[in-house]
């Protein structure tokens, strides 16, 4: 018996629990109880199916499959009536299911409901014998009536070009799985890996059309990526989207549309109902009465009058809305800074009135969509489509403007801070206050792109935390539609000294790496202007150690200090348990702005990977690299915290005139263990060796030793950084 699917909204069984006389429809009842259930059925169009091939029902009670009704017969008024054994269980009733689940082999008394929940089939399985559908509802003795929705296993992709002079050639949906679970909620069964869905038009291409390319099962998860080929007076367009999750029962529109010569995709997702979708004529049955509008400068509407186009710039407009008399308007959708309200229109040949207003879209922003849907009863009968299109300079790196056009890092930054595309009639620069330094740069690449960056300014005095402000000013070439955005910094920075192109901090770390209040700053050098060597030379042993700076372990960006128990001198905060200098990011133990060096940087101030750089003061040597260096081996006795820490010795290299000093606490090896005279560096690149200089008092007469040689992670490291590069000097 073949029954036409209706009622299309509710897709739901209404099942009444009444008692009558045995119908043979399954033996075994001592209850006498018979369900009735009048399906109210879902509705398909045309181009699917529009019978029900059969209905069934199975019943589980305990978690095993009870009672199995194959063949259920639609009265004329749509009711199937059933006689459980007992009033009592989760009863699944299915639509079209065919040889889709009774030719699985389940059976009364062995199958498990979580099996039955596992079932799996492709989406050719769930359309081919007539459109799935099925629904679940529980009863028993107490259940007057249930209503269960009836959902079809599969969702529907469709395609709709209403462009005459565009063809779509194909139609690709990235990642997608062709196989999926029968019922709603399913889980436990196999599922395979995805695979590209692909519509190939080359034949015939589709123009000015609409129609079904895929069914899908229910899947989430993935990132369904779209990708559609079109041709217009013999150009090709590659158009890109992204699908949501593909869920049962919904319907899915890729709709090509036009602004002009640029053609865009976007998705129109709706519950799988009679009207929705493009296989329906009544979509067509609402549109925009141009003549009734008040539109304001830069807004458009498309040739079919279904879709407006709203500039970037502030702007309120009014829309007229046509459509079929007695329909009724929603506005689906939120775009951040629009309002839209709907009054009814005062012409009698339209629906309603639009007054729409819009704010500024900054650069960064994505176009954004709001749907006017007109309904005729339950039935949607159109759908009009604003677009806000997006700012059209485009932009990407580390600028995020909030709600007032600020971006404040809150912190030091400099590099590339964004690269940005701007029309031709568009420009852009940048303006600092007044006395404020040009602390970013605008620079225009081969391109045609515009580099932000934030530069630099060596042993700045000004670095000290202070706030640097720079505004980026975009308009039009005429002048009009201007746009201001603030960019802010925290102004930091090391003391540091330019030693054949690399630019070394002067000083140690202490304190926690990333906190520049914690180090030694251009502000408070203590040998600002001076020898930094001649300063340790003569300095009280409590200056010399804040110069000596804290040790480290990777991974722990706090300082362990020096202290001493009366025992003797460990450094508070020692771990078995550490990273590794030489796997971590360079920039992960240093200040924002600088990292670890490397192997050659230090490499630099030796002729190899293990010198002996005896006592000379002063001495010389020639590095690897040929480059002549004068150095000098300091010593002197030191009492830190109190206690007698002995003989420590820094390490003067110098280099057509500028001088770096080499300087540390030794180094803590074991949690008991500390080697005064042994300063470990944090070196970048290499996780199981770095540079050190192992060193003797001149008493000892072993000699100083700078070496690069194996060290495991767990000794600290004494840490001295160099400027991460930077392109911007100011």
Known sequence: MRVRLVNILSALLL???????????????????????????????????????????????????????????????????????????????????????????????????????????????????????SGMSTISRQTSSVAVAMKRSVARIDISSPINNLSVNSVKVKNVCPKGYVLEGGNGGEIPQPVDMVKDYADSPLTAAEETLFYLPHQEGNNFEVEIMVT???????????????????????????????????????????????????????????????????IRVNETRDSVFIPSWETNFSLAISGELGSTVNVDGLVKGV???????????????????SSNKMIGSVDGYMYVNVHNGDALRGRVVLVFLANPVKMQGQLSFDGNYVCDFGRYIDGELAVLSVPDDKTIRLEFDENSPEWMKLEETADGTYRILGGWRPNDADADGRIQEGRILISDVSGVHNETYTVKRQNWGLPVVNINGTWWCKYNLRGNVKDFTDQILVSNDPARGGSIADYLAECTDDEYLNVLGDQYQAGNRDGLKLKNDGTGFLFDGYSTKTDNFGTLAPGYMAPDGYEIPDYDDYRFFTWGTDCNLGYFNPGAFNNGLGQRLNFSVVEREAMFLGYEYGNVTFYDFEYEGEHLVLCGLGHQWSETGISKKMIQFATYGNSGSTWLIEGYSKTDGRGNWFKFAASNAQKTRTIRCVKSPVEYIY
């Open 15 to 133: 099942i009444s629990l009444y008692s009558c006389s045995d119908d043979s429809i399954s033996s075994g009842n001592s209850s006498g109880d018979v369900v009735a259930a009048r399906l109210s059925l879902l509705s398909t169009s045309a181009a699917e199916t529009d019978a029900v091939e059969n209905v069934s029902a199975y019943r589980f009670y305990g978690g095993i499959l009870t009672e199995v009704f194959e063949t259920l017969e639609p009265g004329t008024d749509g009711v199937v009536s059933l006689k459980p054994s007992a009033m009592s269980g989760n009863v699944y009733f299915m639509i079209n299911a065919g040889n889709l689940v009774s030719g699985r082999g389940f059976e009364v008394g062995v199958t498990s409901e979580s099996d039955f929940q596992a079932m799996t089939a492709g989406a050719d399985e769930m359309v081919s014998g007539g459109m799935f559908l």
């Open 232 to 298: 217009s007076s013999g150009s090709w367009h590659r158009l890109k989207t992204v699908l949501p999750d593909i869920s049962r029962n919904k319907v899915y529109t890729l709709k090509v549309y036009a602004d002009g010569e640029d053609f865009r995709v976007k998705v129109v997702e709706a519950s799988w109902q009679e009207g929705d979708g493009t296989t329906s004529d009544g979509l067509r049955n609402a549109f925009v009465d141009v003549d009734n509008s008040v539109l304001s400068d830069g």
């Open 339 to 357: 309002d839209v309200t709907v009054s009814r229109s005062g012409n009698l040949d339209n629906v309603c009135s639009l007054n729409v207003n």
